[in-house]
């Protein structure tokens, strides 16, 4: 029978999973596999699996128990093994690896940061500093014909926007990075211009928080910053 995988963490890590079970209608017991110093915690893998939100929940509560006493690797929803047996030989042939990401996450949590900024006030900013979007805005606004100038406009905007979303979205990682560890750089959305993550110690989150919190004061109410977490160290394993 597959294997469903939750995480990898230390064969001495406490692995308080009597009151959780694993994900599919069957709800099964969790388990560890052990091998090289290392231990998987896994279930047996149900056989219609999917993401739907139970799972999804069920997942993410296996892995913030794993947190709340020790390193965990998080595994992404769904991944699965052959059988035990191919997780334990996994571990063995992997545990360097495993051993070395352990030791860095040891006490250290992740936070996202989403920001993003109302469209007004970059439109604004622009037409202030641009003396071409000015003229552009005003022939388009007196000639609605002039298909290319409306063009132009367009894609100069369009660059402008994206040359201030990007200085922004690295002025931003600069100011709040010294709280934190590590970053990772995720993708931008259609409504945010910065999509971050930072690897915080577990005992220096609230300094973050903080830090975070003094940023967004700084960047004023035209600026939505968005901070999620603790949450499991996915985009540093």
């Not at 219609?48 to 509560?61: F, G, T």
């Amino acid at each position: 029978m597959p294997t469903y995988i939750y995480a990898v963490t230390t064969a001495e890590h406490p692995l308080r999973l009597d009151a959780l079970t694993g994900v599919g209608g069957r709800a099964p017991d969790l388990r560890a596999v052990k091998a090289a110093g290392l231990a998987a915690v896994v279930s047996d893998a149900p056989e219609d699996l999917r993401a739907k939100r139970r799972d999804l929940i069920i997942h993410q509560n296996v892995l913030e128990r794993l947190m709340a006493d020790g390193a965990a690797l998080p595994m992404r929803f769904g991944l699965l093994g052959p059988d035990d047996e191919q997780v334990r030989t996994a571990l063995e042939e992997g545990r360097d690896g495993y051993t070395a990401r352990l030791r860095e996450l040891d006490g250290r949590l992740e936070y996202n940061l989403k920001v993003s900024v109302e469209e007004s006030s970059v439109l604004r900013a622009i037409l202030a500093d641009s003396e071409e979007a000015r003229r552009l805005s005003a022939h388009t606004r007196d000639n609605p014909d002039a298909h290319d100038s409306m063009m132009a406009l367009g894609e100069l905007v369009a660059r402008e926007v994206r040359t201030r979303h990007e200085a922004l979205a690295e002025d931003i990682t600069n100011a709040v990075a010294p709280a934190a560890e590590r970053t990772s750089q995720g993708e931008p959305g259609k409504n945010h211009f910065l999509n971050v993550s930072f690897l915080v110690r577990r005992d220096e989150a609230a300094a973050f928080s903080q830090a975070v919190h003094e940023e967004a004061e700084r960047r004023g109410e035209d600026h939505t910053f968005v901070l999620n977490g603790p949450l499991p160290p996915y985009s540093f394993v």
